[in-house]
């Protein structure tokens, strides 16, 4: 399974007309779109940065799809009325539920790096038998998944709770979680940030 994600900065007052657009409008286009599994949307209110994650069934499907998604991405870049997108391309290592995400979802997102990509399959595995299971005790916990880019060295992951309350409650829980994990692993963190889960409508089956 593979996965394009696309970060713009969004105009905070369009960010909800942004979110309208992607449910009823890019929804109802990718659906058609062979290998298409999914979508997701985080928004971040205060900051206006705002993430779309697509999901395929395969590399081949993802390239082959970008002709078609390009000028759906545009449209909704003028929707939020912000800048970019960044776009990337990973590889989906892991994904795993406890339960479906409800209204008032958040979204912890950390992203990585390591100087040696070699070392990218021990670092999953410490991803699957260490913090993924202490993310399942942690308060509030839906589900986790964790996306690299094996020739860069880059790696992001994301863990679903049913609440910002219940993130609130586990945010040092999960810092000292992440350093362990991130010290075994034998790589750097270069970035935490906390998200509303605007858009959950993925089909990724569990990769555990």
């Given amino acids: ?67 078609r998604v390009r000028p759906l991405r545009n449209r909704a870049r003028d929707v939020f009325g912000g800048d970019g997108p960044l776009i990337e391309e990973w590889d989906i290592a892991l994904l795993h539920r406890d339960h479906h995400a409800g209204a008032g979802a958040c979204a912890r997102v950390t992203w990585s790096r390591s100087d040696d990509p070699d070392r990218y399959d021990s670092s999953i595995n410490v991803f699957r038998t260490y913090a993924l299971p202490a993310m399942e005790q942690m308060d509030g916990f839906c589900s986790a998944s964790l996306m690299v880019d094996r020739s860069s060295g880059r790696g992001v992951s994301c863990a679903i709770f049913d609440s910002a309350e219940a993130m609130d409650r586990n945010r040092q829980e999960a810092a000292e979680m992440r350093e362990k994990a991130t010290s075994q692993a034998g790589i750097t963190v270069t970035e935490v940030s906390e998200f509303e889960l605007a858009l959950a409508h993925l089909r990724v089956p569990e990769l555990v």
Avoid: K, N, Y
């Fill in 1 to 67: 399974m593979f996965a394009r994600s696309s970060m713009m900065q969004a105009r905070l007052s369009s960010i909800d007309a942004g979110i309208a657009f992607m449910r009823d409008e890019v929804m109802t286009e990718l659906a058609g779109m062979p290998g298409w599994v999914g979508l997701s949307l985080l928004v971040d209110r205060d900051s206006g940065r705002c993430i779309v994650t697509t999901a395929w069934e395969t590399e081949d499907a993802m390239h082959d799809s970008a002709s």
